[in-house]
């Protein structure tokens, strides 16, 4: 008898919470301030090697993290996409310029369903609509090809965070990739330049972005930027020494800054073991590796081609959940629930955790978020109104 009660009680709390965070998933404006998809009809080596075939608003399941019905289906309201390109692109302003021009047809022709939305009241409105809310994010400071009028343009077309650099520095600012790995650098950090770059977004209420930029560009970052930052796409260091995570007197910095550090989903920065296992991974299959490197094969084109391929063994090096949901409790617990958000870095990375196969998984985490007791309060806050606070901020003249 009793444990026919125990069950029954165990079943009940079960159900409550199962009503508790859908009801609340669906009440938080959630925003997720990092997706690469617009990189992946642009790119030359993804647009070859997926036959050109991808548009956002046809169904793309099994191929893509993203489309638009998907992004309803998880209860999406904001979207920042990336716009996007490695340091190799000969005209970097040009290939930004041509991503927006992709996400404006998709809009203009799904007017009742999406919206470009260029300040924070334009994103509520449209939230109450019901309408996705498309926003936009350089990535890469080498985008404005070291012109602030650039800059200015692509403000203007609707970017509202810049990240300064990307794994390439720019002439303006080093990268953590570079910070860390070479060892031949001129200068480290914000030049004059990069100065007047973060001066700039701060007037235009661009959010400065200090996702990859080396530790002493972020410190630059810190000293010069008079409104609050983001991390769009970023970890925990702590928890995973990767050079893309922040460290925790990064983390504080950010917090006393007003800013927020939107967590990455990506495998790499937030499981400390995958490392090892993407190696063994490689090792596995190099005689494949090696020829298709040889055939001119992008790197992480080929990376997704073999993960597809090999799909089992891709599957097996998914970190759990938990593993991704520590990193929101470290920010939490090391400077409080004002400071954290969702980054997912979906179609930029290849693989995700367990569970999240794409973006109709976001309940998952509120889910998760509710079992660990945090309050609905908080729960709004993380799914979004952190990210809402400081563009609201960098709004502000
Ligand atoms: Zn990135």
Same mark, same amino acid.
């Not at 919470?17 to 992946?40: P, R």
């Not at 099994?62 to 998907?70: E, I, M, P, S, V």
């Not at 520095?169 to 031949?184: G, M, P, Q, R």
């Not at 367990?354 to 973006?359: E, F, H, K, P």
């Given at each position: 008898?009793?444990?026919?009660?125990?069950?029954?009680?165990?079943?009940?709390?079960?159900?409550?919470?199962?009503?508790?965070?859908?009801?609340?998933?669906?009440?938080? $404006?959630?925003?997720?301030?990092?997706?690469?998809?617009?990189?992946?009809?642009?790119?030359?080596?993804?647009?070859?090697?997926?036959?050109?075939?991808?548009?956002?608003? *046809?169904?793309?399941?099994?191929?893509?993290?993203?489309?638009?019905?998907?992004?309803?289906?998880?209860?999406?309201?904001?979207?920042?996409?990336?716009?996007?390109?490695?340091?190799?692109? *000969?005209?970097?302003?040009?290939?930004?310029?041509?991503?927006?021009?992709?996400?404006?047809? @998709? $809009?203009?022709?799904?007017?009742?369903?999406?919206? *470009?939305?260029?300040?924070?009241?334009?994103?509520?409105?449209?939230?109450?609509?019901?309408?996705? @809310?498309?926003?936009?994010?350089?990535?890469?400071?080498?985008?404005?090809?070291?012109?602030?009028?650039?800059?200015?343009?692509?403000?203007?077309?609707?970017?509202?965070?810049?990240?300064?650099?990307?794994?390439?520095?720019?002439?303006?600012?080093?990268?953590?990739?570079?910070?860390?790995?070479?060892?031949?650098?001129?200068?480290?950090?914000?030049?004059?330049?990069?100065?007047?770059?973060?001066?700039?977004?701060?007037?235009?209420?661009?959010?400065?972005?200090?996702?990859?930029?080396?530790?002493?560009?972020?410190?630059?970052?810190?000293?010069?930027? @008079?409104?609050?930052?983001?991390?769009?796409?970023?970890?925990?260091?702590?928890?995973?020494?990767?050079?893309?995570?922040?460290?925790?007197?990064?983390?504080?910095?950010?917090? *006393?800054?007003?800013?927020?550090?939107?967590?990455?989903?990506?495998?790499?920065?937030?499981?400390?073991?995958?490392?090892?296992?993407?190696?063994?991974?490689?090792?596995?299959?190099?005689?494949?590796?090696?020829?298709?490197?040889?055939?001119?094969?992008?790197?992480?084109?080929?990376?997704?081609?073999?993960?597809?391929?090999?799909?089992?063994?891709?599957?097996?090096?998914?970190?759990?959940?938990?593993?991704?949901?520590?990193?929101?409790?470290?920010?939490?617990?090391?400077?409080?629930?004002?400071?954290?958000?969702?980054?997912?870095?979906?179609?930029?990375?290849?693989?995700?955790?367990?569970?999240?196969?794409? @973006?109709?998984?976001?309940?998952?985490?509120?889910?998760?978020?509710?079992?660990?007791?945090?309050?609905?309060?908080?729960?709004?806050? $993380?799914?979004?109104?952190?990210?809402?606070?400081?563009?609201?901020?960098?709004?502000?003249?």
């Amino acid at each position: 008898m009793k444990l026919r009660l125990l069950l029954l009680s165990i079943f009940f709390t079960q159900q409550l919470c199962a009503q508790l965070y859908k009801k609340i998933h669906s009440k938080a $404006i959630v925003v997720d301030t990092h997706n690469d998809f617009l990189m992946l009809v642009t790119d030359e080596a993804t647009v070859k090697y997926r036959n050109n075939e991808l548009a956002f608003d *046809k169904d793309l399941k099994g191929k893509t993290h993203t489309d638009l019905a998907r992004q309803k289906q998880g209860g999406l309201d904001v979207q920042v996409f990336s716009v996007f390109c490695t340091g190799d692109i *000969k005209n970097p302003f040009l290939f930004a310029n041509q991503q927006i021009d992709s996400l404006d047809a @998709v $809009i203009a022709r799904h007017p009742n369903e999406m919206v *470009k939305a260029l300040n924070s009241a334009a994103l509520l409105k449209a939230v109450k609509q019901h309408k996705l @809310v498309a926003m936009l994010g350089v990535e890469g400071g080498h985008m404005i090809e070291n012109e602030l009028s650039k800059l200015d343009a692509l403000y203007q077309r609707g970017a509202r965070y810049m990240t300064l650099t990307w794994n390439n520095s720019t002439n303006w600012a080093t990268s953590a990739y570079d910070e860390t790995f070479k060892k031949d650098l001129t200068y480290k950090g914000l030049t004059d330049f990069g100065k007047q770059v973060v001066n700039r977004m701060n007037q235009l209420g661009m959010i400065v972005d200090i996702s990859h930029v080396g530790e002493k560009t972020f410190w630059d970052v810190i000293n010069t930027t @008079v409104k609050p930052v983001i991390a769009s796409h970023s970890s925990v260091y702590n928890l995973c020494n990767h050079q893309r995570n922040l460290k925790d007197e990064q983390i504080k910095a950010i917090a *006393k800054n007003g800013g927020v550090i939107q967590i990455n989903f990506n495998p790499p920065f937030i499981d400390s073991s995958f490392a090892k296992k993407e190696n063994h991974f490689f090792q596995q299959h190099k005689t494949e590796t090696d020829s298709l490197v040889k055939a001119g094969m992008d790197g992480w084109v080929m990376e997704n081609y073999l993960y597809s391929k090999y799909k089992d063994e891709a599957d097996a090096m998914r970190p759990p959940l938990s593993l991704l949901m520590q990193h929101f409790d470290y920010i939490i617990n090391l400077v409080g629930v004002d400071y954290v958000g969702l980054g997912s870095d979906f179609d930029g990375i290849n693989l995700t955790p367990q569970q999240l196969d794409d @973006v109709t998984t976001y309940p998952l985490i509120t889910k998760a978020l509710v079992q660990k007791g945090y309050s609905k309060k908080d729960i709004h806050k $993380i799914l979004g109104g952190n990210f809402l606070r400081v563009l609201q901020a960098n709004e502000a003249k």
